[in-house]
């Protein structure tokens, strides 16, 4: 295990639900990242927190929203999402350059 | 634009085989690597990194070999067992302040008992 956990492991919702995902660690790490994973496709990095503040958000829909309220907690909240944007989605955090990756969440759109 | 891209999707040997995983990236101004493993239903896992001022790194039955001149990466694994079927990703690191990783996507391992 790494130390980052992520809940809930799976995720099924329709395009109008709101939901939210969490990723937490408690490594001391000051970087937390959210990745999209879709089958056959490279992984994707979505948003970038450093010491908490937003440093990228890699052109990622309106329709994810991300939320970091203390160096050891991030959220991921989804609203009216879309078929496509079924994937495994990677929480991880670096003390500076390996990341350490959480287990993902499986998220199924309807 | 650049691109961090693998040379076989699936690679299958025999258990006992040494593995040799290749990758190849196009931005020359990359200086750190990265190899990770994903099982099914995990999270990548890191194996082993190498920065740009090397050419080769060993760690516990794994070694990473770095080609500058070419751009190439490789991840051979020594005596490769069934637990080592994975998925294995490269990495590199866009920019100084380690954060951004451009991952490939990835080369399924497959070790035959």
């Known amino acids: 295990e790494t130390g980052v956990t992520q809940t809930p492991r799976h995720l099924v919702m329709g395009m109008t639900n709101k939901k939210s995902l969490k990723c937490e660690q408690h490594l001391g790490h000051n970087a937390m990242y959210w990745y999209k994973q879709s089958a056959k496709k490279p992984l994707e990095l979505m948003f970038v927190?450093?010491?908490?503040?937003?440093?990228e958000n890699n052109s990622v829909p309106s329709r994810f929203s991300p939320e970091c309220p203390n160096s050891s907690h991030l959220f991921l909240h989804l609203h009216t999402l879309q078929p496509e944007d079924s994937a495994l989605y990677l929480c991880?955090?670096?003390?500076?350059?390996?990341?350490?990756f959480g287990p993902g969440t499986r998220l199924t759109v309807l | 634009g650049e691109s961090v891209g693998l040379h076989l999707p699936t690679l299958s040997v025999q258990e006992g085989d040494n593995s040799i995983i290749n990758c190849a990236y196009s931005n020359s101004a990359s200086d750190y690597f990265i190899w990770y493993k994903q099982e099914s239903g995990k999270g990548p896992q890191f194996i082993i990194d190498i920065r740009s001022n090397m050419d080769k790194r060993q760690g516990q039955r794994v070694t990473v070999l770095l080609n500058k001149t070419v751009k190439h990466l490789s991840l051979q694994i020594a005596a490769t067992q069934p637990g080592d079927s994975a998925v294995y990703f490269c990495a590199e690191n866009m920019d100084l302040s380690f954060q951004k990783l451009v991952f490939g996507t990835g080369t399924r391992l497959l070790v035959s008992p």
């Open positions: 927190y450093n010491f908490k503040e937003q440093t």
């Open positions: 991880a955090s670096s003390p500076g350059s390996e990341q350490f």
